[in-house]
């Protein structure tokens, strides 16, 4: 700044030299009296002396405001303001426009405070492991949920020395049940990078997922039981009950004349409840024991072909779509493929209506459609619920079972009510495993 002063002086001095100069040969030249000529050499002088420095104060004043204006929003303070005294010219709107930058970076310097806040009351508060390990090995973030994972302070500390070394390399997400003193289960294990103050720093966040299983399995357990207690007590409670029936009738002396009939028909019950528990056990087993997909090769036109064959309440139409083919278990596709057509020809049945087989390409999934026209869905969220049924002496396994083999292969079933028209549709959607 003191440089640039330097020179404005000199220009504005070389610039006036020339017209004094001149002034004072007129002025020695005139015929004016000596002391008025001396008077207005005196007044040129002085003016040539000081209107430079006036000039200078008035052009560097307001730069040296706005200096200290930067040098104010370089040390982070955005509350100093330059004063524009109304100036219309560039130095005023220069003033304006470093005022409004000001605030911009105040108000951005304000919310990244609030969002870096809130970021850090989150991190401290949640009950997941948040670390955070330098270049160097070092860890530099650490919130309670880490340290009580680990059981002792961790920041500053070598990764190596509190056992995280191997959570920084090898895939993620993945599951981990690391060497810790606090660990006792699995631990789900995401990692991610980021850069702070020039230098690259890794992210580990670790939440302990063998709570939540054992919370589902404990839910699973609930849920199973109830179902296999209310289905056995539905079976044990009248063969008990005839059972009782029938030995008071044996206790007897005096037995009715038919008794021999009622011993037969009460055991003709007992064998039926037997046979109908014994019937829903398998069906359970069966579900159970689904065992892994066999892939191979599928043409599925003549999957959909033959399993549409096996329906003989009705004629399924098969609407042929695109050649396909898809790596999956043929039998077990087949299997989910009779439990849709078989479902939705007893739907089109109570409605003499029909059923409609078809498939297409949807980008890399082979899509089967199975399409009725029945009365449609009523209760669409309970359909894949094992052993929920709304059928008179259905199982509740085959939705179930079409589902889990989907799902093995990598795909999904769903049951939806048609759009528009009466019945229903269900969709069967598999990755094709073919590139």
Known sequence: MRSHEGRLLVVAYAGGAPAVVIATWLLATSDLSAK????????????????????????????RTLASVLEAFREGDYSVKSRDHGDKGALGEA?????????????????????????????????????????????????????????RALVGEPAGEVGLSPLIEG??????????????????????TFRQAGRAHTLLVLADVGRALRDKERDAWQRLVRVLGHEINSSLTPIQSIAESLASLLASEKRPDDWEGDVRDGLAIVGRRA??????LSHYAKLAKLPPPTFAEVDIRPLVERTAALEQRLAVSVVPGPELRLRADADQIEQILINLIKNAAEAALEKDGGVAVTWERDGSDVVVIVEDDGPGVAQTAN????????????????????????????GTVTIANRAGRPGARATLRLPSGRT
């Open 171 to 192: 895939e993620a997400p993945r599951t981990v049940t690391p060497a810790l003193q606090g660990v006792r289960g699995p631990l789900e294990l995401r990692r991610s």
């Open 383 to 410: 359909l894949f619920v094992p052993f929920f049924t709304t059928k008179e002496g259905g199982s509740g396994i085959g939705l179930a079972l079409a589902r889990q083999i989907a799902e093995a292969h990598g």
């Open 95 to 151: 003033s304006r426009e470093l005022n409004a930058l000001g605030e911009a970076l105040r108000t951005h310097r304000l919310g990244a405070i609030e969002a870096s806040t809130l970021v850090d009351r989150i991190v401290m508060t949640i009950d997941v492991a948040v670390l955070a390990v330098d270049d160097g090995g070092i860890v530099r973030l650490a919130n309670p949920a880490a340290e009580a994972l680990v059981g």
């Open 275 to 280: 046979g109908a528990l014994g019937r829903f």
């Open 36 to 63: 008025v000529a001396w008077t207005l050499g005196a007044a040129a002088l002085v003016s040539w002396l000081l209107v430079p420095l006036v000039l200078r104060d008035r052009i560097t004043g307001p730069l």
